[in-house]
């Protein structure tokens, strides 16, 4: 079967040899041709952003023209602008704690789930699962009443215990650990080890790519998240960026004052992205993690 | 002997701080919303249980069925939309070996970033003097409102989150591209098919789980689109991108009135559980 498929594609090859370079190389062209356009319609608004965020206050937004002069001045504004810094200061307490605890709870439940019996294991699992299903909107009116008569309205841990409860991160967690052998940690209870030690030294270190991979999604889904701060913080103490900058744009008229503000807004994302690209790319295909 | 009495104590302590949270911020509230939807739960905290009212206003709701007209339209011209520059990117990077990274990571770029940070920059995209008009004026065309006709803001805002969302979609195909076994290709180009007779009868078939799951995937987050509506539109011009969550939103937080908002959420969570079961129907089918 293979011998036969071979020899016609061989054939095919030679015979049609005269006319396919030129052929492969229009086609390639034409592809680089199309991959060029659609990397400039994506980045074009970056590069537009940029552009407005470096003129000079009050040149004209009509864009398509380079401005005369660029300048740090609307960038410097913001950074001292009041709010901004505290915005900026709540986004990073609200993900990277987030980040921690998520790591941690979920690594301990996924291993449970993974590697323990213990009665009720497989309802709470399908639990879990099953609160996948419910759209976080749906839930929003109650938590927020449940939050807000618990005194956590306009609280740091009002803002991110909510969001702790992650179903995905315990899921892929249980599925990883389920793929390390038992034997492994037979091997550590018969040398006497307490559960807390198997946890901690063989759980965690043989994790810790899916866990570096979880984390990075952790802290893009906190960083850039936004109706659950719109609605539970109320003032600067504990608005995150996002949100601040929606306040910002009711207040400012100035589309480079903007700018800057959503510019210097997605810093930490695209140092995400240029460390972490490779990773992050591959990890989506392999997990699916949204 | 040991280990069979350790386990489910330990396998417990392993859980429980994570069952704490899902018990109560994820379960208590789902079954609240529910309860809520039956009672007038007020910004006050004080209530009444009120039966059906809640259904029955919504259903005479104008507001409510014109919000569901124009989550459904929304996901029509979206869905179709983001699948097609996925499928498109992901085919196109595929095709090619040199600098397929640095394109994949150039299309996948804006995925990393917020729907805030994208409404921010496309909202003055679309200003009547911003950057889409200043381009169309020099091919002598508009200026178009986007932002203000109630016919364009929809496909306006699913251009903004396909956008942004799109990369996601297209590693997930790319993915399922890869895994199309290239022998089945040649030996369908040496049986003389040609490029558009290959991918309609060997690339689609097999591309069509990644697909589904791209579909379902889209399907669900285009009912939930809310931060570019907030930033951009306000629902507005006269509630044309009014949708489902932004009626939750506005009934809790602008009218304060908890119990109705919590009807409107139950609406969303219906329809986005009939999606999910369709989708358990059809990948179910196609498993047996």
Redesign the interface.
Known sequence: MTLT?TR??AR?GRAAAPRRPARGRAR?WA??A??SV??L???G??I??II?ALSPRGAP????QWPDALTFDNIAQILGASGFAEWTVNSLVYSVVSVVIIL???S??G???AK????G?DA?LW??IA?M???F??????????VS?LGGADTFWGLI??T??N?QA?FLMRQFIMGLPDELFDAA?VDGAS?LRV?WTIVVPLTKPILATLGVFVF?WH?????WP??ISQSDATRTL?VG??VL?TEELQ?AT??SS?AV??VP??V??FLL??Y??NS???T?L? | MR?RL??????????L???V??L???????L??AG?SLTN?NIG?EWSFTGADNYVRLVNDPNFWSSLRVTLVYTAIYVPLVVLVSL??AL??N??VF?R?L????????Y???????G??????YEF???LN??LA?VELGPVAFMERADLVLPALAVVSC?KGFG?SM??L??GLKAIPGTYL??A??DGANAWQRFRSITLPLLKPALF?VLV?ET?SS??V??TI??MTGGGPAKASYTL?YG??ER??RFWE?GY??TW??V??AV??VV?LIQRRIVGKEDT
């Open positions: 498929a016609p594609a095919a390639r592809l680089y199309l991959l659609m990397s319609l994506t980045l608004p970056f537009a952003m407005v937004t009509v864009p398509v941690l709870t979920a301990m439940a291993y449970a789930f323990k019996r213990f009665p294991r709470m639990t879990f609160t299903m419910v759209p909107q749906a839930t929003l009116i109650p938590l927020y009443v449940l008569d215990v909510p702790l409860a179903s315990v209870k559960e946890y893009l960083w850039n998240d936004f109706l719109l609605v996002t900058l929606t744009k589309w903007l700018m959503a807004s997605a994302c695209l995400v992205f690209q490779r992050l790319v989506i295909a392999m699916g949204k | 280990h350790r386990d489910p104590i330990t396998g417990l302590l392993f859980v701080p994570m069952l949270l899902f109560m911020f994820r379960i208590f509230p789902t609240a919303a809520m739960w905290g498109g990117t196109l990077l095709a090619v600098l990274g394109f994949r990571g150039i299309l996948f770029l804006p990393v970033t917020s729907f805030v940070f994208a921010i920059i496309w909202r003055w995209i003097d911003g950057l200043g381009l020099k956008w996601y590693l997930i790319l993915a040649e030996a180009t040496v799951f995937i669900i009912f939930q809310f931060d907030y930033v969550i939750i939103f809790g937080f908890f908002a919590a959420g139950m969303l969570f986005v559980l999910s």
